[in-house]
């Protein structure tokens, strides 16, 4: 196999697992550290610090991630990891902003917690996947005790750039609705929502609190918002 193919290969893998870190910890099911670990083929340092030193961001967060947990035939070496992860993100690899991100916000790798630089680098991931997007919005929605103040305005405006792709985003949205968080609030807008999110059991239990006038507007709105 030659050496594109197995960077090409390996960034694929890469890239839905930091989608599925990332769907996972929206449903409660991952932790908030980016845990994974490159494959153990000695091989591969040898096929990634070339095609890293030509500028292939692929390669450059492989090769950070390889450096990061000390696997690919490399030692573990934090301050590589952190500066091939940041040549990787400057050039606008999503996984390499995520990852960064993840870094600066729980302070590991020799890096001082900076939740501002967090967000920015999660804030350039989230612009290029849409996993990355629903869990940053999930995490400005909660916040980070003693980390990372909740920005309830700041999830909702990310749910509402995904709500066109994911019935998730349409699903809290209707649920910050219902709490008054974020924005608009009250049943009519979060039947809304939940009408997107084609949510039968939200739908009736908003419908309950609603005129029929007002269900109909609901449903439209819902409907107008799908066009």
């Known amino acids: 196999m030659h050496q594109d193919e197995v960077i090409s290969r390996r960034g694929r893998v890469a890239r ?31 096929q990634f610090l070339p095609a890293a030193e030509q500028g292939d961001p692929v390669a450059q967060y ?12 490399l030692p573990r070496d934090p301050a ?15 996984d390499a902003q995520f990852a960064l991100g993840d870094l600066y916000l729980n302070g590991n790798e020799g890096l001082a ?3 501002a630089q967090a967000l920015s680098w999660f804030h350039q991931a989230a612009a ?4 990355n997007q629903l869990w940053l919005a ?9 980390v990372l103040p909740a920005d309830p305005a700041a999830a909702r405006a990310l749910y509402v750039q995904a709500a066109p792709r994911s019935r998730l985003a349409c699903q809290r949205l209707g649920q910050m609705a219902e709490r008054g968080s974020g924005g608009e609030s009250g049943p009519l807008a979060a039947l809304k929502w939940y009408v997107l999110a084609g949510s039968a059991v ?26």
Do not use: F, H
């Open 16 to 46: 839905r697992l930091v989608l599925a870190v990332g769907l996972a910890g929206i449903v409660g099911l991952g932790c908030a550290t980016i845990t994974l670990a490159p494959p153990t083929d000695e091989r591969a340092a040898k």
């Open 62 to 73: 492989q090769l950070g991630l390889s450096y990061r947990y000390g696997t690919s035939g």
């Open 80 to 94: 590589k990891a952190v500066a091939w992860l940041r040549k990787a993100a400057t050039t606008g690899n999503a």
């Open 113 to 115: 917690a900076d939740p």
């Open 128 to 131: 290029k996947n849409s996993g």
């Open 138 to 146: 999930d995490l400005l929605e909660k916040g980070r005790p003693g």
């Open 202 to 227: 939200d739908i009736a239990r908003q419908e309950k609190m609603l005129k029929p006038a007002e269900i109909a507007r609901a449903r439209a709105e819902a409907a107008g918002w799908q066009r």
